[in-house]
DNA sequence: ATCATAACGCTTTTT
DNA sequence: GCGTTATGAT
C-alpha cells in the first residue's frame, strides 16, 4: 500500500470517527466495522443500542469507507488535504470532508435490521428519524414476524398461500387444535391442546414437514408423537385452507421460501447489503436460518447479542446461535461491549459472580467507572405477606427521601406472586402498575369485533367466522353451524361459502332463512371495506351487525363496560390510520396481528412497576426489588437438578440484578404458600453466589435466618443439589411452623386425601390416569409433600408433586 | 340459551 | 388458592 493510500484511508476514518465523539473505544470500533461478519457480545447496559443505530448512520453517510483499504476512484491530495484542515479545526471544511471520506454510501433499504419486539423496533426507528431524518423511513427496521409478513406478502403465493393470508394468535391456533381433537375423537387429557401447540412448534423449528414429522414419530415407536403427527398434519391443512398461518408459520414459511426458491433467495439477498440482528441470544433456529439466508448473498451480517442474557430458551431459542457464531463464519470478528452505563459497581459486581457459575457462555466481566454505590440489601422475611410489606415500606421510606414511586419496580419469577404484593401496596393508597398480557385485545366483545374484520378480508377463515356466526343472535344456533361444518369439510370448501348457497343443501333448507341475512350482510359490509375507509367500516360494522344495538339494549353495567372498549377500538382505529398513513383493512389487521404488547399507554403514570424478570428485560429502574429469591420459586421447581434450566435460571437472575441502577433489594420468604399450599423454602443458591461483601442484611434479620441453613445436611442424592428439609432437628421457632404444615399436608383432612407418601416407593409400578404406565424412579420430600420422578413407558420422565398428583396415580 | 357448579391445572411467553 | 373452562341442569 502506497503511502497516499495510508494516509488517506487515515484521515477517512478519523473524519468519520469524528462523528461518533461520545462512544467509548469499543463502541467505535463496533460502528466502524462495517464489513463481514460481526458479533457485537453487549453487556446489560453497554449502549448497544446506541451502538446499532450509529452503526447504520455510519452506512447510510460513508458506506464502506471505514472498514476498508479502497479508494474512490476520484481520490487526490487536495481531497486529503481538505480532511486533514478539518481534522485540525477547520469546521467550514466539515461537509467537503466528510465527502471525501464516504465510500459508497448504502440506500436505506439495502440494510435489514431485525429486532424481536415491536417496542424495540419503533425505538430502533424514532431514533433512526431523529438522527437521520426522512430517508431512515426506507430501512427495514422491523421485527423478525413483521419482515416476514411484509416477505410472505408478496411469496406466500410461492407455497400456496394466498397474499392476503391472516395471522393466527395463540388463542386461535388453541381453538383450531381443540376442534382437531374433537373431531378426531381425541382427548385433551392425553394431547394437550398447548402441549400439541409445543410439538408443532419444535417440528416447524427442525423444518419437519407433516410427513416428516409422521415418520420420525413413527421410528420412535411413542403413541402420543404419533398421535401429534396426526394432528400437526390435520392442523397444517386447516390453516392452509383457511389461508392462515400462526406466529412460527410466518418464520417457517419465509425459511422455506429463501431456501427452496433461489429466485426470490437471491432476490433478498442482493437487496439486502447489510443485515443486523437484535437480541441474537434469543434466535431460534428459524430465525437463525432466516438470518444466515438473508445475508447469504454480501455476508454483511452484524448479531448482536449477550450469551447472559439469554431466557427464552423455553421458546426454542438456543444460545447456540450466538455461541457458534465464530465456527460459522470462521473469519467474524467479535468485539466484546462490557463497559456498563447503568448500575453501580456491587450491582455488576453481584452480577457478574453468580452467572460466573455458568458454564456455556463466551465470558465477559462488566465494570463501571460510576463507583462502588450502595450494596445490596438482602431481606429475609416470614412469608410472602411480610415481604410485601417490607417491599412496600422500602418504597414509602425512599418517597419519603424524596424518590419518585415510579422509580421502583418488583420483579419476580411468576405471575402468580404479584398478588401479595398488590394487595400490600393497595393497603397502603398506592396502585401499582402490573405489566402482563395484553387485556385490551383478549376481551370477548374486542376479539369478536376483530373476527369480523378478519373475516370481511378473509371469508375462508372457519375459525373466526364461527365465532361471529352468532354473536349477536341471530337465530343461526350449534346445529345449523355444526351441520354446514360437516358439509363444508365433505366438499372441501370454505364454511363461508357452504352458508352463502345454504339453498343448494337439503339439510340446511331450514336454516336458510336465517343465514342469507347474515351473508347478505357480511357481503354488504365486505364492499364497505374495499370502497371505504377503516372508520367508516367500523360504524358500518357495529350498525350492521346489530353489535352497537345488543350491547346498548342490555342495559348492565358489563354491556356498559364493553360499549366503552367497543368505542375505545375506534380510537384504535383512527390513530393508527392517522400514524401510519395506512387506511386499508389489511395495513390494520397486519398490525394488530403482530401487536401484541399495547401495554405502555399510559406508562408516564407516576407509579410503582410490577413485573416478571422476563418483562423486565431491557429496562433499568433506579430502585429494584427482586422478590421470592428462594429455592423452588427461582430457580423454579423444574429447573432443580437439570443443568440446562439451571444456567437459564442464573441468567434470569443476571437479568434481574442488573435491571437496577442505584439500589437493589433481594428478598426472600422463609415460607410461602405455593399452590394453595405453605411450604418452606430456603434462600437461593443465587444469593449464595454473590460474593458477600456485597450484601447487606438488616440487623433484625440475623437471629432468624440460621435455621435454614442447610450446609450440614448430607445430600440425599448428588444430582440434587438442593435438598429440601426432611429430618426433624431445626430449634423452635420454625420448626412448629414447619410441623403443623407437615402434619397438615402430609395426613390431611380433605375428603379428597391424597394417597400418603408412605404408600408410594422407588420402584413401584403405577398406572396414571393421562401417561398410563409407570415406575417411580426417584421420591423426594419437599416442603411436607414429595416430589416424585416417574418413568412412564410411553410418555417418558414426568416429575410430579405427590399431593396434586395421588388422584390420578395408583399402584398397579 | 344461560347460569351454576365442578373440575382442572399451574413457570417464564418478545411474535 | 384461584382463575379458567367444561358440563350439566333449568
Known amino acids: 500500500m502506497d503511502d497516499f493510500t495510508k494516509n488517506y484511508i487515515d484521515a477517512r476514518r478519523k473524519v468519520i470517527a469524528k462523528n461518533f465523539p461520545r462512544l467509548n473505544a469499543k463502541q467505535k470500533e463496533a460502528v466502524m466495522a462495517t464489513e463481514g461478519p460481526l458479533l457485537i457480545l453487549a453487556g446489560a447496559g453497554s449502549g448497544k443500542t446506541t451502538v446499532l443505530i450509529n452503526r447504520i448512520a455510519n452506512l447510510m453517510k460513508y458506506g464502506r469507507a471505514s472498514d476498508s483499504n479502497e479508494l474512490p476512484p476520484d481520490a487526490n491530495g487536495e481531497k486529503l488535504d481538505v480532511m486533514r484542515r478539518y481534522l485540525a479545526g477547520d469546521e467550514s471544511l466539515k461537509r467537503e470532508a466528510e465527502e471525501a471520506a464516504a465510500l459508497d454510501p448504502v440506500a436505506p433499504w439495502q440494510i435489514l435490521a431485525i429486532t424481536f419486539t415491536n417496542k424495540a423496533a419503533g425505538e430502533l426507528k424514532d431514533r433512526l428519524n431523529a438522527m437521520l431524518g426522512e430517508t431512515a423511513e426506507d430501512i427495514w427496521a422491523k421485527t423478525f414476524h413483521s419482515a416476514c409478513v411484509r416477505i410472505l406478502r408478496k411469496e406466500a403465493p410461492l407455497l400456496g398461500y394466498p397474499d392476503s393470508f391472516t395471522i393466527y394468535d395463540e388463542a386461535d391456533r388453541i381453538a383450531v387444535i381443540k376442534r382437531i381433537l374433537k373431531d378426531e375423537n381425541m382427548d385433551e387429557k392425553v394431547y394437550p391442546p398447548r402441549w400439541a401447540a409445543n410439538c408443532f412448534d419444535q417440528a416447524r423449528n427442525r423444518l419437519q414437514t407433516p410427513a416428516m414429522f409422521a415418520r420420525a414419530a413413527e421410528k420412535s415407536g411413542d403413541f402420543r408423537m404419533q398421535g401429534a403427527a396426526k394432528l400437526y398434519e390435520a392442523y397444517a391443512k386447516r390453516l392452509m385452507e383457511a389461508g392462515a398461518m400462526d406466529f412460527d408459520d410466518l418464520l417457517y414459511n419465509t425459511v422455506r421460501i429463501l431456501r427452496e426458491f433461489p429466485e426470490a433467495r437471491e432476490r433478498y439477498q442482493r437487496k439486502f447489503k447489510y443485515v443486523l440482528i437484535d437480541e441474537y441470544q434469543d434466535t431460534n433456529n428459524l430465525q437463525y436460518m432466516m438470518a444466515t439466508l438473508l445475508a447469504g448473498g454480501h455476508q454483511n451480517i452484524c448479531v ?24 460459522q463464519y470462521d473469519h467474524a470478528r467479535v468485539i466484546r461491549l462490557e463497559q456498563n452505563y447503568r448500575s453501580t459497581a456491587h450491582i455488576l459486581d453481584a452480577a457478574n459472580a453468580v452467572v460466573a457459575n455458568n458454564k456455556g457462555r463466551k465470558g465477559k466481566k462488566l465494570w463501571t467507572d460510576a463507583g462502588d454505590g450502595d450494596r445490596i440489601t438482602l431481606y429475609i422475611a416470614k412469608n410472602e405477606d411480610d415481604e410485601a410489606q417490607y417491599v412496600v415500606r422500602q418504597v414509602l421510606q425512599a418517597v419519603d427521601r424524596g424518590d419518585n414511586l415510579r422509580d421502583h419496580a418488583v420483579l419476580y419469577r411468576l405471575n402468580a406472586q404479584s398478588r401479595a404484593l398488590e394487595q400490600a401496596f393497595l393497603r397502603h393508597g398506592i396502585r401499582p402498575r402490573i405489566v402482563k398480557g395484553n387485556p385490551f385485545f383478549e376481551r370477548a366483545e374486542i376479539k369478536d369485533l376483530m373476527a369480523y374484520f378478519f373475516v370481511l378480508l378473509n371469508p375462508a377463515d372457519d375459525l373466526r367466522l364461527s365465532r361471529i356466526i352468532n354473536v349477536p343472535a341471530r337465530g343461526i344456533g350449534n346445529t345449523t ?25 337439503p339439510e340446511l333448507a331450514k336454516s336458510a332463512g336465517k343465514l342469507k341475512p347474515f351473508v347478505e350482510m357480511m357481503n354488504g359490509l365486505s364492499s364497505t371495506a374495499h370502497n371505504e375507509g377503516l372508520e367508516a367500516l367500523y360504524d358500518a360494522l357495529l350498525e350492521k351487525t346489530g353489535y352497537a344495538a345488543m350491547l346498548e339494549s342490555a342495559r348492565t353495567d358489563e354491556a356498559a363496560n364493553k360499549l366503552e372498549n367497543v368505542r375505545e377500538l375506534k380510537n384504535f382505529i383512527v390513530t393508527h390510520v392517522r400514524e401510519s398513513g395506512d387506511d386499508t383493512l389489511a395495513g390494520f389487521l397486519d398490525e394488530v396481528s403482530l401487536y401484541t404488547d399495547l401495554q405502555a399507554v399510559d ?15 431491557g429496562l433499568e429502574f433506579p430502585t429494584v426489588f427482586v422478590v421470592g429469591m428462594e429455592e423452588g420459586v427461582f430457580p423454579s421447581l423444574q429447573a432443580i437438578g437439570e443443568s440446562e434450566q439451571m444456567e437459564e435460571e442464573r441468567r434470569l437472575a443476571y437479568v434481574a440484578i442488573t435491571r437496577a441502577k442505584k439500589r437493589l433489594f433481594l428478598t426472600s420468604a422463609r415460607q410461602r404458600m405455593v399452590f394453595g399450599q ?3 423454602h430456603r434462600v437461593s443458591r443465587f444469593v449464595d453466589e454473590i460474593p458477600p461483601e456485597h450484601i447487606d442484611r438488616p440487623y433484625s434479620d440475623l437471629k432468624t435466618s440460621a435455621w435454614f441453613d442447610f450446609d450440614d445436611v448430607p445430600e440425599e442424592d448428588a444430582g440434587w443439589s438442593a435438598p429440601a428439609p426432611k429430618r426433624a432437628a431445626p430449634p423452635a421457632p420454625a420448626v412448629r411452623d414447619w410441623q403443623k404444615t407437615r402434619k397438615k399436608t402430609i395426613a390431611p383432612p380433605a375428603p379428597k386425601a391424597a394417597a400418603p407418601a408412605a404408600s408410594f416407593h422407588v420402584g413401584d409400578r403405577v398406572e396414571h390416569s393421562a401417561f398410563h404406565a409407570g415406575t417411580i424412579v426417584k421420591m423426594t420430600p419437599m416442603g411436607g409433600d414429595h416430589l416424585v420422578e416417574i418413568q412412564f413407558d410411553a410418555a417418558g420422565l414426568k416429575r410430579l408433586m405427590l399431593k396434586a398428583a395421588a388422584r390420578y396415580i395408583k399402584k398397579i
Open 481 to 505: 353451524v355444526e351441520r354446514a361444518r360437516g358439509i363444508a369439510e365433505e366438499n372441501g370448501l370454505p364454511l363461508f361459502t357452504v352458508i352463502s348457497m345454504a339453498e343448494a343443501f
Open 678 to 680: 405453605t411450604a418452606p
Open 304 to 327: 448482536v447479542g449477550d450469551d447472559d442474557q439469554s431466557i427464552y430458551a423455553f421458546r426454542g431459542a438456543t444460545i447456540e446461535n450466538i455461541l457458534s457464531f465464530e465456527d
Open 603 to 617: 406508562l408516564d403514570e407516576n407509579t410503582v412497576t410490577l413485573m416478571t424478570i422476563h418483562s423486565a428485560k
